[in-house]
Every structure is written in C-alpha cells, then in structure tokens.
C-alpha cells in the first residue's frame, strides 16, 4: 500500500470526483430513458460511487454521494427528486461500501476478494432502487403496489449495475497511474 496523498491533493480529488458525480447527474437527466419504467436510469453518478469507494473510505465516499445530490437536486431537481436520489445513494453507497471494506480485509489476510467491482455494482443498483422504492413507498402509502414494481426494478438494475460497474473497472487502472498517490488509510492527514 502507498503512503496517503497529502491533504490538498486529497481534497482536490475528492472535489473533482463531486464535481464529475454531479456532471454525469446532470447529463444523465439530459438522455432520453428508453426503458419504459417510471424513474429508472443508468446511473453514471454510480460510477463515481465506485472510483470513491475504491480510491477512500466509505464515510468519503458517502459525502461524495450526498453532495453529488444535493448539488444536483438544488441546481436541477425538486425536493422529490432529492429525497428520493439520497434514500438510493445512502442506501446503495453504505452497501457497496461494506462489500468495498470485506474485499480489503480479506485482501489484508492473503484471501482471495469475495465479491468483484461488477458484482458490487450490481448490488449496489439493486440496493440503490430498494432505497428509493422505500421512499416511495412512504410518500404512495400502497405497500402491494411498490411490491408489485420491486421485481422490475431489480431485474432491470443486473444490466444498470453491470454497465457501471464495467466502466469503473475500466477507469480504475487509468486513475491509479495518474493520481500522485492512491489512498485507503482510514485518517486522513
């Protein structure tokens, strides 16, 4: 493991990566959803989810996620749109961030990761749509009804969270080599 990057250059990446979450937030709601189910998307902000996840620790990562939606929710959203992003992104980032946490531990004591950046994208859409069908849940007050729409919604997230999760896997390598320094340790400095 390579020593922590020092401070600034934590804090840029970290502003960098909120920014690039909200950018591909904002661009998401820009393409047209040819999947015919009420709030689904590809998810591209996920991506960054990923990278942060893979690059810090899960409390960062999550302040990326939050800010990512507030960001995007106050400049292009409503109130809906921002509860409903949070409940998915808190959900989903807390999720894949324990998977993210098991595959270091296990990496630490010389065992094989249990669970690819793929499979955790996965989960994580999976999770992501769960968090938001509970949100909805509260707001429709009509438990059968969102019992109804949770089969599409995980069904539909296996191919979301595969195409994010191949991107990320992707894009890693590329930000290993360019980033001065890559940083898992728990305290920053």
Known sequence: MTPSMSRTH????IALLTVTAAILGYLESLLPCFI????VKIGLPNIVTMISLSLFNTPIAL???????????????SLSSILYALAGGI???SVMGALTHTNHQRQIQ??????SLIGISIIGAMTHNIG???IATIIVQNLRLMLLY????????VPIGLLTGIIARRLLPYLNRILPQKS???NPR
């Open 10 to 13: 934590r804090l840029v990446l």
């Open 36 to 39: 015919p189910i009420p709030g």
């Open 63 to 77: 302040g990326i996620a939050i800010a990512r939606v507030l960001l995007t929710g106050f400049m292009f959203g």
């Open 91 to 93: 959900i989903s980032c």
């Open 110 to 115: 010389g065992q094989d990761a249990p669970f």
């Open 132 to 134: 938001q069908l509970c």
């Open 150 to 157: 949770l089969p599409f919604l995980l069904l539909i997230a």
């Open 184 to 186: 898992h340790d728990k």
